[in-house]
């Protein structure tokens, strides 16, 4: 019989008791807390069979019931935190050197001489002689060769040659001379760099020839397959040039190419743009003002001569190049010069006109007779047939020709901003249809305006900036100083509705005919983020100053633009004389004026109204865009008109949107600053 509040516990029991608490201390500390130290030694000391465990005191000794559970679920826990360590070490080591691949330094002897054998060329220096100007680094693959010459005693650059030894009567070699003056900019840079040239540029082209002669390796020559597509180009760019000469008659032939660039084929260059290769230029920003004489105090594009503007700036381009890829999942290159006939330009159907997504492969929808050239096989060398397989045939047993494993790809520069569903139709169309896992769900508005450092901003971000604007139709200022003041404009962008979209940079294709057919999307999008952008250039997506904003000449390039087309318009005059249209001429501080700006997506053409205040009245102003950028459909709300009068007007904001592409020039056109 036992006292009451005496314990009848045994020692043995005591002892199971006190084991489990302590491992479930410890278990508790190894899982909630990460500290693994308390109660574990680094090698498991002591206790037979138990690893990680301190041994038990003396007293404590023997079997216990679920001890080996729980010491085991300790262990799993260790070894899983060293895991997740040796990851996080590894991941953290991958990206500094990731890092540290993205920067290529500076324009050194080292420098080349390092960046040419990372792209896969091989280097060598020639023997300094006596009394020569520098000395001379050969950079070479097997179908290219680039000298590059440093002058004596130091880094900087002489002379360049650009050579393709193999192909002497080739497009590459007759246009190496351009193709040199592109990779002497690159590594002798601007003036106002003083020496210190970052590699980057120079790395670029180098490695888009390192590509083009790598890939050669694989039995095919991706330079002589890339010229054949550029004299297709250049064929069909012919045949638009000739037709349309003899069609406009007094035009200009600069208006005549800058008309089938943005409207017709595009114009295929090499070495253009600061870059190397074949070029499809489909789309100038501003094109109106190409090659027209402008005052040098209204068109100062950034110091640019008098009479010209930035090609590179301006152009939007397709750079054709090669790149690997299955010849089972995707149709491979072809070497031909027969990509098109000689017949002449056929007239589009209304049904290609209506889609230009519809049959962009099919001969009897194309503008132009396209032709398919021969598929290019690569022929093996044979191997002798197994002996030892009595069963089998002789002749299976021979390789076969097949296709290389190489495909042509325009890559879009800049890259142009799409409503998700538009590039799918894209792919599609190209017969390279876009996976799941590659759509990411950014949206329009996001990618159109981005953060400062590049990524797409927040869907939910606010989209207001302040932007001064410089217009033929706004009452300036000026102060003591005779600097001009121009008009402020607070610009708010509204998306409807919120819509996915996609950033489209490269398009694989198996036919150029398949580029052509989709050039005239690529302008109508092109054309909207372009228009877009310029009102919202800051990159902090909110209220900004003038000086973060665009700069007042880059506004000047527009309002002359509308001047110069409202002057030319048959049948009217500038336009300045409409009471309707006209800003009166005011004086003072000029103040911020609201202007809404409405993006819809919903049908096949994206549509852009304006709403803002005019002379104590609301005025809405909307428009969509077309393919090959053109301006239809426009809807204005300004005063009472009779049809006629607004038709005018309808078409005279027509022509303000399509000559300026600027949309803070169309509010001060209307009167609204």
């Given at each position: 019989m036992?006292?009451?509040?005496?314990?009848?516990?045994?020692?043995?029991?005591?002892?199971?008791?006190?084991?489990?608490?302590?491992?479930?201390?410890?278990?508790?500390?190894?899982?909630?807390?990460?500290?693994?130290?308390?109660?574990?030694?680094?090698?498991?000391?002591?206790?037979?069979?138990?690893?990680?465990?301190?041994p038990l005191p003396s007293h404590l000794g023997g079997p216990v019931a679920g001890a080996d559970e729980a010491v085991t679920a300790v262990n799993g826990a260790l070894k899983q935190q060293f895991r997740d360590q040796e990851e996080e070490r590894k991941l953290r080591l991958e990206n500094i050197v990731r890092l540290l691949g993205q920067r290529w330094g500076y324009v050194s002897r080292e420098g080349v001489t390092r960046s040419a054998r990372r792209v896969g060329l091989e280097c060598l220096w020639e023997d300094e002689m006596p009394g020569a100007e520098g000395r001379t680094l050969s950079i070479a693959g097997n179908s290219v060769l680039v000298d590059v010459m440093f002058l004596k005693g130091g880094d900087e650059v002489g002379n360049i040659h650009l050579g393709f030894p193999e192909r002497e009567d080739s497009e590459w070699s007759k246009s190496a001379e351009a193709g040199a003056e592109v990779l002497k900019r690159d590594l002798k840079g601007k003036e106002e760099e003083w020496g210190y040239v970052e590699l980057e540029p120079f790395v670029s082209n180098l490695e888009r020839l390192a590509?083009?002669?790598?890939?050669?390796?694989?039995?095919?020559?991706?330079?002589?397959?890339?010229?054949?597509?550029?004299?297709?180009?250049?064929?069909?760019?012919?045949?638009?040039t000739t037709k349309r000469t003899e069609e406009k008659g007094v035009a200009t032939q600069e208006d005549i190419e800058l008309d089938i660039t943005c409207r017709g084929s595009g114009k295929p260059t090499m070495h253009s743009g600061g870059r190397l290769g074949l070029a499809l230029q489909y789309w100038v920003e501003r094109r109106h003002l190409a090659g027209r004489k402008r005052k040098a105090d209204e068109m100062d594009i950034d110091g640019a001569p008098e009479g010209t503007i930035?090609?590179?700036?301006?152009?939007?381009?397709?750079?054709?190049?090669?790149?690997p890829s299955s010849a089972d999942l995707y149709p491979s290159i072809r070497v031909s010069n027969n990509w098109v006939t000689e017949a002449a330009e056929k007239p589009p159907t209304q049904q290609q006109q209506q889609d230009l997504f519809t049959n962009s492969n099919d001969n009897a929808d194309s503008p132009y007779?396209?032709?398919?050239?021969?598929?290019?096989?690569?022929?093996?060398?044979?191997?002798?047939?197994?002996?030892?397989?009595?069963?089998?045939?002789?002749?299976?047993?021979?390789?076969?020709?097949?296709?290389?494993?190489?495909?042509f790809v325009a890559r879009l520069r800049p890259p142009v901003l799409v409503p998700l569903q538009t590039a799918l139709n894209i792919y599609e169309s190209v017969g390279a249809p876009l996976t799941q896992d590659s759509i990411q769900p950014t949206t329009f508005d996001s990618l159109l305006l981005p953060n400062v450092d590049?990524?797409?901003?927040?869907?939910?971000?606010?989209?207001?900036?302040?932007?001064?604007?410089?217009?033929?139709?706004?009452?300036?200022?000026?102060?003591?100083?005779?600097?001009?003041?121009?008009?402020?404009?607070?610009?708010?962008?509204?998306?409807?509705?919120?819509?996915?979209?996609?950033?489209?940079?490269?398009?694989?294709?198996?036919?150029?005919?398949?580029?052509?057919?989709?050039?005239?999307?690529?302008?109508?999008?092109?054309?909207?983020?372009?228009?877009?952008?310029?009102?919202?250039?800051?990159?902090?997506?909110?209220?900004?100053s003038p000086e973060d904003g665009q700069s007042p000449t880059t506004d000047d390039d527009a309002s002359d633009s509308t001047e110069e087309e409202e002057?030319?318009?048959?049948?009217?005059?500038?336009?300045?004389?409409?009471?309707?249209?006209?800003?009166?001429?005011?004086?003072?501080?000029?103040?911020?004026?609201?202007?809404?700006?409405?993006?819809?997506?919903?049908?096949?053409?994206?549509r852009i109204s304006l709403t803002f205040e005019r002379k104590g009245e609301l005025?809405?102003?909307?428009?969509?865009?077309?393919?090959?950028?053109e301006v239809a459909e426009v809807d204005v709300s300004l005063g009472a008109a009779d049809g006629k009068k607004m038709e005018e007007r309808k078409e005279k904001v027509r022509r303000v949107v399509e000559m300026g592409e600027d949309l803070g020039v169309l509010v001060e056109w209307m009167g609204g600053g």
């Open positions: 036992s006292r009451s509040g005496t314990n009848t516990s045994s020692p043995d029991s005591n002892g199971k008791l006190a084991t489990f608490a302590g491992l479930n201390s410890m278990l508790m500390q190894a899982v909630e807390g990460g500290n693994f130290k308390t109660g574990l030694t680094p090698a498991g000391m002591g206790t037979p069979g138990v690893e990680g465990v301190s590509s083009l002669d790598r890939l050669g390796m694989r039995g095919v020559n991706c330079f002589d397959a890339v010229e054949g597509v550029g004299g297709a180009l250049r064929k069909v760019w012919e045949l638009e930035k090609e590179e700036a301006t152009a939007w381009s397709a750079t054709i190049e090669c790149e007779t396209w032709q398919d050239p021969p598929p290019t096989l690569i022929q093996p060398s044979p191997s002798a047939p197994d002996a030892m397989n009595i069963d089998s045939d002789m002749n299976t047993l021979l390789p076969q020709a097949k296709p290389p494993d190489v495909r590049g990524t797409p901003s927040p869907s939910n971000t606010e989209r207001v900036a302040e932007r001064d604007i410089y217009s033929p139709f706004t009452a300036e200022t000026g102060n003591d100083d005779g600097e001009r003041k121009g008009k402020k404009h607070k610009y708010t962008l509204f998306t409807e509705p919120l819509s996915y979209a996609r950033n489209i940079e490269d398009i694989p294709f198996s036919h150029p005919r398949q580029i052509v057919a989709l050039l005239p999307v690529l302008r109508q999008w092109a054309f909207v983020g372009s228009i877009l952008r310029r009102c919202f250039s800051s990159p902090t997506l909110s209220q900004t002057a030319s318009t048959p049948g009217s005059s500038s336009g300045l004389d409409n009471d309707d249209l006209i800003l009166p001429a005011s004086t003072g501080k000029p103040q911020a004026k609201p202007i809404d700006i409405s993006l819809s997506l919903s049908t096949l053409s994206p005025v809405d102003v909307g428009f969509c865009v077309g393919p090959n950028a």
